[in-house]
């Protein structure tokens, strides 16, 4: 074994000790969590739960991937038509590597655009481009609705820091939302300048071209940020990455329906989003242990019953983990069966070649 061969095994083994402690602490966390509770109340109420409000929680999570596939089909439709197929392989693919590894949703998103420019031909900049526009619209999508269903929230709750704590928050997210809309085109402009380009460069490791239509930023963030991107189609795309994002809320609702207790939307919508950028933010593999913590918390803060609160977490992540690794799963054993050709870039000579993923880019609208 060479020495490059044996720094590699180490370091593929001591990155599976990491991602085995960091499970082993939440699971931790999880059981530190539900430990004060009655586990036998909490296991009578999950044997007891309705399975048709169940069922129809689980239709929810299933339609937040179906609307996420819906968005993203359309933001990259403005590039060249992929079928939603292979979107929702891609998106399914990503959340599952999302799920499975601790890297703050980054590994998810660079598969979903390598799913993307192999399955269509794109260059993988241009693919991660639009990888970043989509995770980039679902980030704006979540604080939007996180503004909006906190002040409500706090509408129904006593004078108190959870009520003050909500109507700041959601103040302040939906301040740094408008100033993002505000300053979108200086923001565009700074991608266009050469500072920036040659530290993207260095990140990359790659040599900065000259000859290069783009700088590399600007081809990354012009999906988000270009003013090809009108106005109108930004908003839908925000739009839809809200009612994607509100399905997961819908889903928690519905599931504590399943064990008796009948929550206000806003108050349920408000701590699923917090919990979930809780444990995004940890950067474990899809929040597990932060999540369902700060969700349990956040709702026996708000007033709900602390076993039912508890069987609606863990019903609901069970299911949300289910469909993700047996959906996501399957999506990323599909499409690593086999390369799939490369389809002809628009305007490629024939017997001109495409490697390493600098074909030549189809005309931007």
């Not at 700074?190 to 290069?212: D, G, H, T, V």
């Not at 519905?254 to 064990?259: G, I, K, Q, T």
């Not at 069987?311 to 990323?332: D, K, Q, W």
């Amino acid at each position: 074994m060479t020495p490059g061969t044996r720094a590699g095994a180490t370091g593929r083994a001591r990155s599976r000790l990491v991602k085995l402690a960091l499970v082993a602490i939440a699971v931790v966390a999880l059981g530190w969590c539900v430990h004060p509770l009655d586990p036998r109340a909490v296991l009578v109420l999950a044997r007891n739960a309705s399975p048709s409000w169940l069922a129809l929680s689980g239709v929810a999570v299933v339609a937040r991937f179906l609307l996420w596939g819906v968005k993203w089909q359309r933001m990259l439709a403005r590039r060249a038509p992929v079928p939603l197929s292979v979107v929702l392989r891609a998106i399914l693919a990503g959340s599952f590597v999302n799920l499975t590894t601790p890297t703050f949703k980054l590994a998810g998103g660079f598969v979903r655009a390598a799913i993307i420019s192999r399955r269509c031909g794109w260059p993988m900049l241009d693919a991660c481009g639009h990888a970043v526009a989509d995770q980039g619209t679902n980030a704006i999508g979540h604080l939007a609705l996180y503004g909006l269903v906190s002040v409500l929230a706090a509408r129904g709750l006593p004078p108190g820091p959870m009520r003050l704590g909500l109507v700041t928050s959601g103040a302040l997210v939906l301040g740094v939302l408008v100033a993002f809309v505000v300053f979108r085109g200086p923001i565009w402009r700074l991608a266009l300048r050469p500072a920036p380009n040659r530290l993207l460069a260095r990140l990359l490791r790659r040599e900065p071209s000259e000859e290069a239509e783009e700088p590399d930023l600007a081809r990354v963030l012009r999906p988000l940020l270009g003013p090809s991107v009108s106005r109108t189609a930004w908003a839908q795309d925000v739009g839809l990455a809200v009612t994607s994002i509100a399905s997961v809320c819908i889903s928690n609702v519905l599931v504590l329906r399943a064990v008796g207790v009948d929550a206000p939307i806003p108050i349920v919508a408000s701590a699923v989003l917090l919990s979930y950028f809780a444990g995004t933010a940890a950067g474990i593999g899809g929040g597990l242990g932060v999540t369902e913590v700060a969700l349990a918390t956040l709702y026996a803060e708000l007033g709900l019953a602390a076993e039912a609160a508890a069987t609606g977490v863990l019903l609901h992540r069970g299911m949300f983990y289910a469909i993700v690794l047996g959906c996501g799963g399957l999506a990323l054993a599909i499409e690593s069966r086999g390369q799939a050709p490369r389809r002809r870039p628009p305007g490629l000579p024939v017997g001109a070649s495409v490697s390493n993923g600098d074909s030549p880019r189809s005309p931007r609208p």
